[in-house]
């Protein structure tokens, strides 16, 4: 419930942890060197609006941004012009727009204040002003810069051209758009796991959007508005989403979810190849029209991934909770709230922010999302849709008054070709955007609905809670080391953090130039499963050296090639229970990732990263895999294997069986083991007793 009124002139939600350092994008008076237009979020501003306000305020606020594209489009047609003149720009289109946003401001008040008292000072936010795009400057410093997480390194390269083609639209993106995947540094680093954590991953599995589901509203932003985000967005998940799906719309709509209890809607802005051939949607509002041009691409993954706290326990999401993450407007409003992150498989240890990646043969762009993870307790939105969820801290504590909830990690892979700046046939790729953001990375963004049934949520809870990992390819079992589920010191990724918090990047964990295993042998990650054919770098998945039960957790295809004779527990763990130290896998019937501690020869600990494992070959099982941290003693991991199946996620009886009997198997094992050992000490007791 939201009430009252008032204003907040400045946005003040930055993503705490997560930012960049100061934006250096530079307003400009009329004529000088102008890319676009920069205009205050309005949205931002609003710190509460009544319920009773909220539908006209949202329609005002829609009109507001339909108003800037119109202001764009006649400065991007006119702008030599407003080059020449310096008052052109004002008179022709600064001028006009802050009228128009003048009387939408004002009807923005009068709908607040016929419920709550009455906002001041929102007039203050009409006017708008022309902005340059620092990639246009000289020399280009060709950085990703802005877009480090450790520091800011200045170590992309722009091969010597500033500038670019402007992109087929007119409106980027610029070639200083781009950087070299190899020329970046790794610089992903994560929290460790603190006593209490939450260390579970539940999957949800609802394709790559194949059926083609797409539009240009946001029912979270923009509810009742058609083509209320002047882009494309792609969907999977709940397939009653549009401008105008209520609430009970969405309980009841189908879902592409493998786990027909997971009705949530996930979207984001499509990605699309700019290479000269128009997409269906050439003509069309979101598409052409909103100067979004190209061939619209379909991942070849989608991931979706809800972990854990560093820290803590998690709490249910509320049904029809809204957390959209990123900043569509990002290039004007500044890098405070902007939340994506881009990488190339085999390379997901270096993310960039403000930047798209150039990946080398072999290997595919990433998209990635963290969304936030600390809810209010109270709200399911709020009037900018941020306020009511916030990120977790720096040490993985969320603020005061917010409770830790799952995390939503997204994670979409594409296969393009590298991008090509000239020559007869130039090709580059971007998201769409609003056509005054010009198509720039940093204005990636991505929008969750929670519309799980309430069951399934229970036992998403449970399941990161208990420390499993559940979901399509899993078992329910807890992870085989009982490390950090991506949060630890995962090196160069390995099996670690990949961009996404919950493993490595489908099997490619580590840039292949650089293969460092973890730090300590706890430290497993756990990753997303390997998209069908996916190239796997040379040297990528690397498992620990100190053969710690870490490495990889991605199920292995059928046939995998497992190597006969490897140590029990030697950081490879696809599906099943990996090599049994014996020749021969370890994997039931019908796949699955059962791994039982009491199964699984060998135990590591995770402050020195020793271990003890099977010799190759040796095939004897030993006591239950055990790990520590670097302030002593971990919780125990519970011993989930041999779980049946979470409620609603599908498997029967055999699919049951299958998930159980390594459990069986590992404790006659067990049971052997016991009556060997008391038949060797008998005879060693009558001897005493003689001598």
């Known amino acids: 419930m939201l009430g009252g009124g008032g204003l907040i002139a400045v946005n003040t939600y930055a993503s705490a942890g997560e930012g960049w350092g100061q934006s250096q994008n530079q307003t400009l008076g ?15 501003g609003l710190s509460e609006v009544p319920d009773a306000a909220r539908s006209e305020v949202d329609k005002e606020l829609a009109a507001m941004d339909s108003q800037i594209t119109e202001a764009y489009k006649r400065f991007a047609d006119q702008k030599e012009q407003v080059a020449r003149d310096p008052k052109f720009a004002e008179n022709a289109v600064l001028g006009p727009l802050e009228d128009k946003r003048t009387a939408s401001l004002d009807r923005i008040s009068t709908a607040i204040g016929r419920s709550g008292e009455r906002p ?10 022309l902005q340059e795009d620092d990639a246009d400057k000289e020399g280009q410093d060709g950085g990703q810069g802005q877009g480090q997480d450790n520091g800011g390194q200045d170590q992309g390269q722009d091969n010597g051209q500033g500038g670019g083609n402007g992109g087929q639209a007119g409106n980027g993106p610029e070639q200083s758009d781009f950087v070299d995947i190899e020329s970046v540094q790794p610089n992903v680093d994560n929290p460790r796991n603190r006593r209490g954590a939450s260390r579970g991953t539940f999957t949800t599995s609802c394709g790559v959007n194949e059926n083609g589901k797409f539009n240009p509203d946001n029912v979270i932003v923009a509810p009742g508005v058609a083509n209320g985000a002047h882009h494309m967005h792609d969907y999977v998940g709940n397939q009653a989403n549009d401008a105008f799906a209520s609430d009970d719309d969405l309980a009841n709509g189908e879902t592409t979810c493998v786990n027909q209890a997971d009705k949530s809607t996930y979207y984001w802005p499509v990605l699309r190849l700019q290479n000269g051939q128009q997409e269906n949607d050439a003509d069309a509002d979101g598409g052409g029209k909103d100067q979004n041009v190209g061939e619209i691409q379909t991942p070849s993954q989608v991931t979706l991934n809800f972990v854990g706290n560093p820290r803590s326990k998690v709490t249910a999401m509320p049904r029809f909770l809204r957390i959209i993450t990123g900043d569509a407007k990002a290039f004007v409003n500044g890098d405070a709230n902007a939340n994506a992150s881009w990488s190339c498989t085999g390379f997901e240890n270096r993310q960039l922010k403000d930047k798209y990646p150039i990946c080398p043969e072999g290997s595919q762009v990433v998209r990635s999302f963290k969304f936030q993870s ?13 306020t009511h969820v916030a990120f977790a801290q720096a040490n993985g504590a969320c603020p005061n008054g917010f409770r830790a909830i799952p995390q939503l990690v997204q994670r979409i892979v594409y296969d393009v070709p590298a991008p090509v700046f000239d020559g007869e046939n130039p090709s580059v790729f971007a998201v769409d955007s609003f056509p005054e953001q010009l198509h720039k990375p940093i204005t990636d963004h991505g929008d969750f609905i929670n519309v799980f049934d309430e069951n399934l949520m229970e036992e998403l809870v449970s399941c990161i809670n208990e420390g499993r990992k559940c979901g399509p390819g899993g078992a329910g079992a807890p992870p085989a080391d009982g490390g950090d589920n991506g949060g630890g010191d995962n090196g160069d990724g390995n099996g670690g953090n990949g961009g996404d918090g919950n493993g490595g990047d489908a099997g490619n964990g580590e840039n292949p130039a650089d293969p460092a295993p973890p730090n300590d042998g706890a430290t497993g990650g756990q990753d997303a499963p390997d998209a069908p054919g996916e190239p796997q770098k040379p040297g990528g998945d690397t498992p620990p050296a100190d053969g710690g039960a870490g490495g ?8 995998g090639d497992e190597k006969p004779g490897a140590a029990a527990g030697a950081g490879q763990d696809g599906a099943g229970a990996g090599d049994d130290g014996s020749g021969e896998q370890n994997v039931p019937q019908g796949g699955g990732d059962v791994k039982d501690p009491e199964v699984l020869a060998g135990s590591s ?55 159980l009997w390594p459990s069986a198997a590992g404790a006659a094992l067990l049971v052997a083991g016991g009556v060997l050992l008391l038949r060797t000490r008998r005879p060693q007791r009558a001897a005493a007793r003689r001598h």
Do not use: Y
Not at 120 to 129: I, Q
């Open 120 to 129: 001041k000072g929102l007039e203050s936010m009409a006017a708008c002003e």
């Open 605 to 659: 600990t995770g402050a020195n990263g020793s271990s003890q494992a099977a010799g190759a070959g040796d095939g004897k099982p030993t006591a239950t895999a055990q790990a520590t941290e670097d302030a002593g003693e971990n919780d125990p991991e519970p011993n989930g294997a041999g779980r049946p199946v979470a409620a609603g996620q599908g498997g029967g009886l055999a699919e049951t069986g299958a998930q």
């Open 552 to 559: 990889q957790d991605a199920p292995a295809a059928p046939g």
């Open 30 to 44: 009329a004529g000088a060197a102008a890319s676009t237009i920069k205009c205050p979020e309005v949205a931002n």
């Open 374 to 386: 600390c809810w209010d307790g109270q709200n399911t939105d709020s009037a900018n849709h941020r």
